[in-house]
């Protein structure tokens, strides 16, 4: 199905007006779910299950909103935005929460906030106004992400066997990370190249 920007979609669509709605509702939840997930991360629970499951369930939702917004027809402009915002909140706050609590290395965490705030720099007032949406790159690597983090806290945890698997997840999705970055920063040039009548480059 082609994406349609949202400057040229109909004004009066619904897209634009819905707000409350179930997906929004638990991409919220998410953001909501981060602080004791971080907070449980942080303070150390060695044998402990329970930073896993809430782990667990909050990366799940980020699959959970997105099934439900076109099951029940629910997509929604402030969701389209809202969502992605999560997803980058939430893979930093647990990623700090995991350097913080030795079970990750920091310059994990500077490439992934790195490459996000050079996004947002360059390319967020495009995604903002629908211009560019989340591509299957940007969607494969916040999933490798999630599950990266996912297995690295089970490990950290529970199950220290666990620990290379999530390491190696995760420096694929650091790679991907990069990788959509890179594309979503050529997209806005490309965008802006259009809007001003620049010609490219010979």
Not at 78 to 98: F, H, K, S
């Amino acid at each position: 199905m082609r994406l349609i920007s949202a400057r040229d979609r109909d004004p009066a669509d619904p897209y634009f007006t819905r707000v409350v709605t179930l997906p929004n509702a638990i991409t919220l939840a998410r953001l909501l779910l981060l602080v004791p997930v971080c907070w449980l991360i942080v303070a150390g629970t060695p044998g402990s299950w329970l930073p896993v499951v809430l782990l667990g369930i909050w990366a799940s939702t980020d699959w959970i909103d997105g099934v439900l917004a076109r099951a029940l027809d629910q997509s929604s402009r402030i969701g389209e935005v809202l969502d992605p915002i999560a997803d980058r909140i939430g893979v930093i706050g647990v990623t700090l929460a995991l350097a913080l609590a030795g079970a990750l290395d920091w310059w994990i965490l500077a490439v992934i906030a790195g490459i996000d705030v050079l996004s947002v720099l360059f390319a967020g007032r495009a995604a903002r106004d629908g211009s560019i949406h989340v591509s299957w790159l940007g969607k494969t690597r916040t999933a490798v992400l999630l599950t990266a983090i996912v297995v690295i806290l089970l490990g950290h945890t529970v199950l220290p066997a666990a620990t290379p698997v999530g390491m190696t997840l995760m420096l694929v999705g650091v790679g991907l990370h990069v990788i959509a970055g890179i594309d979503y920063l050529l997209q806005a040039r490309r965008l802006r190249r259009v809007q001003t009548g620049s010609a490219p480059d010979a």
